[in-house]
């Protein structure tokens, strides 16, 4: 695989796997949930991305890219089911802004939002089945997102005062978001840690 760059071009291209591998495992393994697959969804992104670059593709943001190709390998790994592990992944892990998600897996950003909300009440309710108040869950998404407007804060606060439930659920998904932000502490399979040339068996 090697041989499709130039020398120079090659050792750039290591560089900038040293620097994104982590991120891009990562995003596998909250995706689809096993590190030996994680493991080889990254090690595929790498070749397509490698693929990409001999043949002269040059994205202008290289991560965003990197993580498109990821998502891409994912689905098909794990078809459907991946769509909301990965908005959470890139909002609550990779701090990534509304505009940036929908760059990544090419929706809009209206869509983002909706799918970034029905994500944290699927991981909420895996934590605790029983939910309600829909329209106060959905402004407390948006109150963490930093999004609510100041009389819609006013609201929900008077919400929470007498719903138990609510109050519940924004505690659930605190948790949550601190499970899925330890994802940014974990270590690199030694798998991952090689050199591109032995990465793509050159």
Same mark, same amino acid.
């Given at each position: 695989?090697?041989?499709?760059? @130039?020398?120079?071009?090659?050792?750039?291209?290591?560089?900038?796997?040293?620097?994104?591998?982590?991120?891009?495992?990562?995003?596998?393994?909250?995706?689809?949930?096993?590190?030996?697959?994680?493991?080889?969804?990254?090690? &595929?992104?790498?070749?397509?991305?490698?693929?990409?670059?001999?043949?002269?593709?040059? @994205?202008? %943001?290289?991560?965003?890219?990197?993580? %498109?190709?990821?998502?891409?390998?994912?689905?098909?790994?794990? @078809? %459907?089911?991946?769509?909301?592990?990965?908005?959470?992944?890139?909002?609550?892990?990779?701090?990534?802004?509304?505009?940036?998600? &929908?760059?990544?897996?090419?929706?809009?950003?209206?869509?983002?939002?909706?799918?970034?909300?029905?994500?944290?009440? &699927?991981?909420?309710?895996?934590?605790?089945?029983?939910?309600?108040?829909?329209?106060?869950?959905?402004?407390?998404?948006?109150?963490? =997102?930093?999004?609510?407007?100041?009389?819609?804060?006013?609201?929900?606060?008077?919400?929470?005062?007498?719903?138990? =439930?609510? +109050?519940?659920?924004?505690?659930?998904?605190?948790?949550?978001?601190?499970?899925?932000?330890?994802?940014?502490? +974990?270590?690199? @399979?030694?798998?991952?840690?090689?050199?591109?040339?032995?990465?793509? %068996?050159?």
């Amino acid at each position: 695989m090697s041989s499709l760059l @130039p020398r120079r071009r090659e050792r750039a291209f290591e560089r900038f796997y040293r620097r994104h591998v982590a991120d891009v495992y990562r995003y596998a393994l909250l995706v689809l949930r096993d590190s030996d697959a994680a493991d080889s969804a990254t090690q &595929a992104t790498f070749v397509r991305a490698l693929r990409a670059h001999a043949r002269g593709e040059r @994205p202008r %943001g290289a991560l965003n890219w990197l993580l %498109g190709i990821a998502h891409d390998v994912c689905e098909q790994r794990s @078809p %459907g089911a991946s769509l909301e592990r990965a908005v959470l992944m890139l909002r609550e892990v990779e701090y990534r802004s509304y505009a940036e998600i &929908a760059d990544v897996l090419e929706r809009d950003d209206r869509k983002v939002e909706s799918l970034v909300f029905r994500a944290r009440k &699927a991981l909420s309710e895996q934590f605790d089945g029983s939910l309600t108040c829909h329209q106060a869950e959905r402004a407390i998404s948006r109150r963490l =997102d930093e999004h609510l407007p100041r009389e819609e804060r006013k609201r929900l606060r008077a919400h929470l005062r007498s719903c138990p =439930d609510c +109050v519940r659920f924004e505690l659930l998904h605190r948790e949550s978001r601190a499970a899925l932000r330890s994802f940014r502490r +974990v270590p690199l @399979p030694d798998s991952l840690r090689v050199s591109l040339a032995r990465l793509t %068996g050159s």
